[in-house]
């Protein structure tokens, strides 16, 4: 019943039967990620944000802030397309209907409701939404129960995609689509831009990340190389 309710889109009735049968916590679970997934989907495939930047990126989330909730626009970019930017603008609707949502769960299954609804979506200001919506939930079942070693190595894997939808949304629109995947993993999606010679890209990753100065990489490695590289030839050709 709850698979054929879903299946009609009516998700509101779908709550009120697993409420009334008393039907275990996952099922109920299931019925908020399908219906935020539909929710965030409908948002994501609206005229309006499809014609924001080419790939629905432009109408929420920010590149500096710790937090989800401004909006992007574009800027020019010497190399191709736009670049993602902060505005001013306010948060979609939908983040605001998710957000009450989320909070109506504790907050383990709110993270892990967040996470999940992240392998649905396309757009990275909605993945840097779930992202950020996920790791403040953890934070509160951290703070009411604790870290052990589990809840640690999933708090580091939040912050990695954090700042990989992040580098992302700094990648001019035309070849972001080309990079996309790598968002959970920002040390192979910094090496993929150094080897793709995307030289003033990879200065404007660095400007917002410097810890990727840092990265632990061997002397003689083929991203140092392409690193070099990149970055010497493209001072040589502005200085």
């Not at 580098?167 to 150094?194: C, G, W």
């Amino acid at each position: 019943i709850v698979d054929s309710l879903l299946s009609s889109s009516h998700y509101a009735l779908a709550r009120r039967f697993a409420t009334l049968v008393g039907l275990p916590a996952t099922t109920s679970l299931k019925i908020e990620e399908q219906h935020l997934l539909f929710l965030l989907r409908k948002h994501e495939s609206s005229p309006a944000l499809q014609g924001s930047s080419g790939d629905g990126d432009g109408a929420a989330g920010d590149v500096d802030s710790n937090r989800g909730g401004g909006g992007v626009e574009s800027s020019g970019d010497p190399e191709s397309g736009a670049v993602e930017v902060p505005s001013n603008r306010p948060p979609p609707l939908v983040y605001s209907t998710i957000r009450q949502r989320l909070s109506l769960l504790s907050a383990l299954d709110a993270s892990t409701l967040a996470r999940q609804l992240l392998r649905g979506v396309k757009s990275n200001t909605t993945r840097l939404f779930l992202v950020r919506s996920a790791l403040e939930s953890l934070a509160l079942h951290v703070s009411s129960v604790g870290e052990d070693e589990e809840l640690s190595t999933l708090r580091s894997d939040l912050k990695l995609q954090e700042i990989g939808v992040q580098m992302l949304l700094l990648i001019p629109s035309k070849v972001r689509a080309s990079f996309d995947s790598l968002y959970s993993s920002p040390a192979i999606l910094f090496e993929s831009l150094v080897m793709s010679e995307l030289t003033s890209v990879v200065q404007t990753v660095l400007t917002h990340f410097p810890s990727l100065r840092e990265t632990d990489v061997a002397p003689n490695s083929l991203f140092l190389f392409y690193a070099k590289k990149a970055i010497f030839d493209y001072r040589r050709g502005t200085g």
